[in-house]
C-alpha cells in the first residue's frame, strides 16, 4: 500500500510539474528554486571555498539572471497567459546554470557585456546620479526613516514574540509556575520576619 501511495504522489508530482495549464504554482516555485535558492547556496559555496572559477561562474550568473529579471518585469505582464510560459522560463533558468553549456557565459559574453560596453559612459550618468538621489533622499528624510525603523522593529519584534506564544504555549505556564514560585517564597520569607519579631 505504501508503494502505491509513494508512485502515485509521483506521479501527481510529475503531472502538475509538466501540464501546461494547471500548475503555475509548482513551476513558478520550480523556478524559484532553480533560479534563486539553488545559485544562492551555490554562490556561497564558491565565497566560502575561495574558489575563483566558481566564483566568476557565479558572477557571471548573477548578471545575466539580474538582467533577465529586469527584463521580465516588462514581459512578465504580458507573457503570462501564453501556453508553457513558465516551463520555457524554468528551461531557461537551468539552461544558464548547465556547465555543458555554460548559458550565463554565453548570454553574457554575446550581449550582455557588448550592450554594456557600448552604453557604459550613459549608464555611469544615470547611475551616479540616482546615488545621488537617493543620498539626497535619505538625508532629507533622516528622522522618518528612523521613526520608520523603529516602527518596523517594534512590528517585528511583537510579531516574533506572538510567534513564540503561538509555537509553544506550554512555556508561557512553565513561565507563570517560575514567576509564581518566588512570590510564594517571598510570602515565606514575611512570615519568618514576622516569627523573629515575636
Known sequence: MALFGSTMSSEVGLKLLLSPLGSNVVIRTACCSVGIVLPVYSTFKAIEANDQDEQQKWLLYWAAYGSFSVAEVFTDKFLHWFPLYYHMKFAFLVWLQLP????????????LRPFL????SRLDQIMGFFHGEMVKFVSNHETEIQIARSLLLKIFMSANHLVKEIIRPGQRQSNRSAIEGPAEQVETSESDDDDDDE
Do not use: C, F, I
Request: net charge positive; proline share 0%; no cysteine.
Open 100 to 111: 555543458t553549456v555554460d548559458g550565463a557565459k554565453q548570454l553574457y559574453m554575446n550581449h
Open 117 to 120: 560596453l557600448r552604453h557604459q
